[in-house]
């Protein structure tokens, strides 16, 4: 039996409200706010993707509404595109040396990649993410040799649990790193590599003033999302590394303009 059109409409109208507001959001967050079942979540998702008012992603939904000024939490963003995450995260590791100093910016991408670098020889990390830094506090990697030495640049957390403001960018301009391995909040052709958080945009900034190459780590969902403020330009990347669901006129895009463009899963 067909849903009242109606009531069917009110609630869409609030799942776009509620994206917008957040720039993600859960199937599992809606099913439990809203009251209805899982499939009525994706039914209503299909039709907001279907009218351009969302894009679709695992497990979820992002916004398409243009600039967005607020951050989704870092569990929230967890949940979503699991898997390119995971493949973008494998690509990017294999750009960190032994013996070398990186970067790792906060966000759940990031956080992925910082995974997958506990084993590696000698590896000094600087990172103003929590979760990461959490991550590789010190400890025995499996064949029992010291974990990476982790430095973290102090200052005031985000939504997204990343350490932003004057303190973390006093730290960074004193550093110099091999690598930055930076998240996105939203990468497109005329705004660059953005994040809705205007403090979190002046700490990466000082990240990239502070690192000899530049990796943006973002899976094909966040072309075309447009954060608040500019971080990056597409020109200053070195390495933009991304997944197999990147469409054709991003790989276009990012060809032309990054130093290097790598897609997960490809060979």
């Not at 706010?33 to 907001?48: K, W």
């Not at 009218?51 to 989704?72: L, Q």
């Not at 996105?184 to 994040?195: F, I, L, P, Q, Y």
């Given at each position: 039996?067909?849903?009242?059109?109606?009531?069917?409409?009110?609630?869409?109208?609030?799942?776009?409200?509620?994206?917008?507001?957040?720039?993600?959001?859960?199937?599992?967050?809606?099913?439990?706010?809203?009251?209805?079942?899982?499939?009525?979540i994706r039914r209503d998702l299909d039709v907001l993707a279907r009218s351009g008012s969302v894009e679709k992603v695992h497990g979820g939904a992002v916004s398409t509404s243009g600039t967005t000024a607020d951050e989704p939490g870092f569990e929230a963003k967890s949940?979503?595109?699991?898997?390119?995450?995971?493949?973008?995260?494998?690509?990017?590791?294999?750009?960190?040396?032994?013996?070398?100093?990186?970067?790792?910016?906060?966000?759940?991408?990031?956080?992925?990649?910082?995974?997958?670098?506990?084993?590696?020889?000698?590896?000094?990390?600087?990172?103003?993410?929590?979760?990461?830094?959490?991550?590789?506090?010190?400890?025995?990697?499996?064949?029992?040799?010291?974990?990476?030495?982790?430095?973290?640049?102090?200052?005031?957390?985000?939504?997204?649990?990343?350490?932003?403001?004057?303190?973390?960018?006093?730290?960074?301009?004193?550093?110099?790193?091999?690598?930055?391995?930076?998240?996105?909040?939203?990468?497109?052709?005329?705004?660059?590599?953005?994040?809705?958080?205007?403090?979190?945009?002046?700490?990466?900034?000082?990240?990239?003033?502070?690192?000899?190459?530049?990796?943006?780590?973002?899976?094909?969902?966040?072309?075309?999302?447009?954060?608040?403020?500019?971080?990056?330009?597409?020109?200053?990347?070195?390495?933009?590394?991304?997944?197999?669901?990147?469409?054709?006129?991003?790989?276009?895009?990012?060809?032309?303009?990054?130093?290097?463009?790598?897609?997960?899963?490809?060979?």
């Amino acid at each position: 039996m067909a849903e009242p059109g109606p009531l069917a409409a009110q609630r869409r109208e609030l799942i776009l409200d509620i994206v917008r507001r957040k720039g993600a959001v859960r199937v599992a967050a809606l099913v439990e706010q809203l009251g209805v079942s899982d499939m009525t979540i994706r039914r209503d998702l299909d039709v907001l993707a279907r009218s351009g008012s969302v894009e679709k992603v695992h497990g979820g939904a992002v916004s398409t509404s243009g600039t967005t000024a607020d951050e989704p939490g870092f569990e929230a963003k967890s949940a979503l595109e699991s898997a390119a995450k995971a493949a973008v995260a494998d690509a990017a590791a294999e750009l960190v040396k032994p013996g070398s100093v990186v970067a790792i910016s906060g966000g759940t991408t990031t956080y992925a990649v910082a995974h997958r670098l506990r084993d590696i020889a000698g590896l000094t990390v600087v990172t103003n993410s929590l979760p990461v830094a959490e991550l590789l506090r010190p400890s025995e990697s499996k064949d029992g040799a010291a974990g990476p030495t982790v430095l973290v640049t102090g200052g005031a957390p985000t939504k997204s649990a990343s350490l932003v403001g004057p303190l973390a960018d006093q730290a960074i301009r004193s550093l110099q790193v091999d690598l930055l391995i930076v998240g996105a909040h939203g990468v497109s052709e005329r705004a660059g590599v953005t994040t809705p958080n205007l403090a979190e945009a002046q700490t990466n900034r000082a990240l990239i003033s502070a690192a000899t190459q530049l990796a943006v780590v973002a899976d094909h969902s966040k072309w075309g999302i447009v954060g608040l403020s500019r971080f990056a330009e597409l020109s200053e990347i070195d390495y933009f590394v991304s997944d197999e669901g990147l469409g054709t006129q991003a790989r276009a895009v990012l060809g032309e303009n990054v130093g290097r463009l790598i897609l997960a899963g490809s060979h």
